[in-house]
């Protein structure tokens, strides 16, 4: 079975600078790991994913995440936030062969300006 | 491809009323899922199909909620009767086993008065 955790239902970053939204996972077979974004009154759009391989996976908008087996992590980065950002983010996981993705339960990103 | 079709977008109704949203998969796609949303329950997974046959519906909250996928191109998720407690935003997504990411549609938002 596979679950997710997002660390902090909100988080605040202003423009320019580092964000960092944290996932952690637990999953009983080797995990595929998703970055979600959804903008205001949209459907959730992909913002990267991990299968296999390289454990840095770079994104759409600048975003990227690293696969840490170790610490069953999966955290979101940017190096310098834009307004646009601004929206929630949802980490996701499934395992191989699996048909469903469980994802967490969201972390809203608040931009200052 | 224009992505996963929903309709209606925006659906306000009676308590008592039967509704109806349909979703239009990304033509290939062969699993298509349905999601609520609420702020307070987050993202769930009502059911979702398999080469236009149920795989699991252990989602749905209670025998009011009906899904159909006739062919696999077309699938509803139907509320008779629906209630208050039904409004939420609903979404549609699909995906090709190969892949694993979802593609999620814009959501339909029903209000229930």
């Known amino acids: 079975a596979q679950s997710v955790t997002q660390l902090g239902s909100h988080v605040s970053v202003s423009e320019g600078a580092l964000v960092l939204l944290r996932c952690n996972y637990s999953s009983s077979v080797p995990p595929y790991l998703f970055w979600y974004v959804q903008y205001p009154n949209q459907g959730l759009q992909l913002l990267l994913k991990y299968t296999t391989g390289a454990t840095l996976v770079k994104g759409i908008n600048g975003f990227e995440a690293e696969f840490k087996k170790s610490e069953t992590s999966f955290h979101l980065t940017k190096p310098s936030a834009h307004m646009s950002d601004a929206a929630e983010y949802f980490c996701?996981?499934?395992?191989?062969?699996?048909?469903?993705?469980?994802f967490g339960k969201g972390t809203r990103l608040h931009i200052l300006p | 491809d224009a992505g996963v079709i929903q309709s209606p977008r925006h659906e306000v109704t009676e308590m008592g009323q039967e509704v109806t949203l349909r979703c239009k998969p990304i033509?290939?796609?062969?699993?298509l899922f349905w999601y609520r949303q609420t702020m307070m329950r987050g993202l769930e997974l009502l059911i979702y199909?398999?080469?236009?046959?149920?795989?699991?519906d252990s989602g749905m909250p209670e025998d009011r909620f009906s899904a159909k996928m006739p062919n696999a191109s077309f699938s509803t998720l139907k509320i008779q009767p629906s209630e208050p407690r039904d409004s939420a935003v609903y979404f549609c997504?699909?995906?090709?086993?190969?892949?694993?990411?979802?593609?999620f549609g814009p959501g339909t938002r029903l209000t229930v008065t």
């Open positions: 997504a699909s995906t090709d086993h190969r892949e694993g990411e979802q593609y």
């Open positions: 996701a996981v499934s395992g191989w062969r699996d048909d469903k993705i469980i």
């Open positions: 033509s290939g796609h062969d699993y």
């Open positions: 199909f398999n080469n236009n046959v149920p795989i699991d």
